[in-house]
């Protein structure tokens, strides 16, 4: 994620291993704690030339790239997804990391136990983790005016796109309940001000189905995801 960060900032142009940024990454990456000291103490452990290897991987293999592209890995592909997708977001995250190692946050992480057994059927799961994450600022409000807007025009409180209604599923217990969605994400719109005709009511599952992401599309409006519905449904072979 911070090589993306430095390619994106660079203009989708790969940086050399001379590069005053490249060499500061470099140096950044072989303080964190995660490594051990065996691997620390190789002089190609995140090295300047394997940081700039990995900017040129970002490099040849974005979709604009018209020469041959490099070999990389899937977790450098999907990088390169997630930047081209969704620039804004991914720059501040390599930014919140960048932050945390300098405060000295991530130094404090103590290392994990090994969480799959010999055997690799079972796994510890339930323990409490601590999580350093961006959040795009949302109003809390805004729900409860969206559904209070819906009920004062007598209409019912069910999903937009398909009429899913909770109280008629489940009684008292889903009465008054609906997830509310902005019809165009906050991460496209950017800083706005939403208005009730930006937001949609819909169940639980249209919603994940409005923001799941797919080669070539990354969320959807519940208009198209409706028009989608309508469509003959494929059978999917498993």
Known sequence: MLAGALVVKNGWRELRTGDPEVQELSDLLRS????????????????????????????????????????????????????????????????????????????????????????????????????????????????????????DQGLPLRCEVCAFDFARAYGDLGDGYIEVHHITPLHVSGVRETKLDDLACLCANCHRMCHRIRPGESWRTPGALRELMQKPARTVVH
């Open 32 to 151: 964190l704690p995660l490594h051990t000291p065996e691997a620390r103490n190789l002089s190609s452990f995140r090295s300047p030339d394997s940081v700039s290897r990995k900017t040129t991987d970002f490099m040849t293999n974005h979709p604009s790239y018209v020469g041959k592209a490099t070999r990389c890995g899937k977790p450098t592909l999907l990088m390169i997804q997630a930047f081209t997708e969704r620039e804004t977001d991914m720059c501040l995250a390599a930014e919140a990391i960048r932050e945390a190692i300098g405060s000295g946050e991530l130094y404090h992480v103590r290392p994990q136990d090994d969480e799959v057994d010999e055997t690799g059927t079972s796994a510890i799961e339930g323990r409490l983790l601590a999580r350093r994450a961006l959040a795009r600022e949302r109003d809390p409000k805004l729900r409860a005016r969206k559904i209070g807007h819906v009920r």
